[in-house]
C-alpha cells in the first residue's frame, strides 16, 4: 500500500474533463515536487508533469496539474480516446533517509 | 539518448543477480539515474536512485540491505545488484534518468526494462 494516494480507476467521455487526485504526507508532496507519468499498456511510462505544473515539450496544454499542501491532482481536458492509460503522481519522501514514492497508479479509461 | 537494460533472467528464490544499463547520448556522470520495478499487471515502484558522481545512494524499504546500486561513469553504466531474491522482486526493472540533483522523482529518459523471475 503506497503512502501516496490515487484513485484506482476514472473515466470520462471524448471531450470532457476529468482530474486525477493524489494524495500524501507533510513528507512527500507536502515539501517536494511531485511529477505525473503517463504509461499505456506494454509502454514505460512517460514524464507529462514536472515540478508540480510545469509540462515538458511536446505534452499538450490539455493536461495541467496543481499542488494544493499534500495533495496535487492532474486535469485532462478535451478527453481524447487516446488519453487511455495509467496516470501515476511521484515525490519525493524526506522521510526514512530518503526516497521516492510513487501513487498506485489510476487507469482511466474513455466512454 | 538511450537507456539499454540488461542482465535479467530467471533466479531461484534466495538467489542473485545484476541487472545492467548502459546510457548513450547524453553526460551520464552529470546525471543520477533510479531503477524502478513493475511487477505484471502492478503500477511502478521506486527502487533505488544513485547520484551522478556516485557518491549518495538511496533504498526503497524493499531494497534496503538485499540490493546495492552503482555506476561506472566510464562506461556511461549503471548496475543494479540484487541479493535474497523472493518471489515478490520478480518485476520488469527500468532504469530511468533522475535530475541533476538527487532528492526529486523527476524522470524524463526511461529504458525498456529488463525481466527478473524469481521462481523455484
Known amino acids: 500500500q503506497s503512502v501516496v494516494t490515487q484513485p484506482p480507476s476514472a473515466s470520462g467521455t471524448p471531450g470532457q474533463t476529468v482530474t486525477i487526485s493524489c494524495s500524501g504526507t507533510?513528507?512527500?508532496?507536502?515539501?517536494?515536487?511531485v511529477y505525473w507519468y503517463q504509461q499505456f499498456p506494454g509502454m514505460v511510462p512517460k514524464l507529462l508533469i514536472y515540478?508540480?505544473?510545469q509540462r515538458p515539450s511536446g505534452v499538450p496544454d490539455r493536461f495541467s496539474a496543481s499542488k494544493s499542501g499534500t495533495s496535487a491532482s492532474l486535469a485532462i481536458s478535451g478527453l481524447r480516446s487516446d488519453d487511455e492509460a495509467d496516470y501515476y503522481c511521484?515525490?519525493?519522501?524526506?522521510?526514512?533517509?530518503?526516497?521516492?514514492?510513487f501513487g498506485g497508479g489510476t487507469k482511466l479509461t474513455v466512454l | 539518448v538511450q537507456l539499454l537494460e540488461s542482465g535479467g533472467g530467471l533466479v531461484r528464490p534466495g538467489g542473485s543477480l545484476r541487472v545492467s544499463c548502459e546510457a548513450s547520448?547524453?553526460?551520464?556522470?552529470?546525471?543520477?539515474m533510479s531503477w524502478v520495478r513493475q511487477a505484471p499487471g502492478k503500477g511502478l515502484e521506486w527502487i533505488s536512485e544513485?547520484?551522478?558522481?556516485?557518491?549518495?545512494?538511496y533504498y526503497a524499504d524493499s531494497a534496503k540491505g538485499r540490493f546495492s546500486v552503482s555506476r561506472d561513469n566510464s562506461n556511461n553504466t549503471l548496475y543494479l545488484e540484487m541479493k535474497n531474491l523472493r518471489v515478490e522482486d520478480t518485476a520488469v526493472y527500468l532504469c530511468?534518468?533522475?535530475?541533476?540533483?538527487?532528492?526529486?522523482?523527476?524522470?524524463?529518459?526511461w529504458g525498456q526494462g529488463t525481466l527478473v523471475t524469481v521462481s523455484s
Open positions: 515540478r508540480n505544473d
Open positions: 547520448g547524453f553526460s551520464f556522470s552529470t546525471y543520477a
Open positions: 511521484a515525490a519525493w519522501d524526506d522521510s526514512l533517509s530518503g526516497q521516492v514514492v
Open positions: 544513485i547520484s551522478g558522481g556516485g557518491s549518495r545512494k
Open positions: 507533510s513528507s512527500n508532496i507536502g515539501s517536494n515536487f
Open positions: 530511468t534518468r533522475g535530475d541533476i540533483i538527487t532528492g526529486a522523482a523527476a524522470f524524463d529518459i
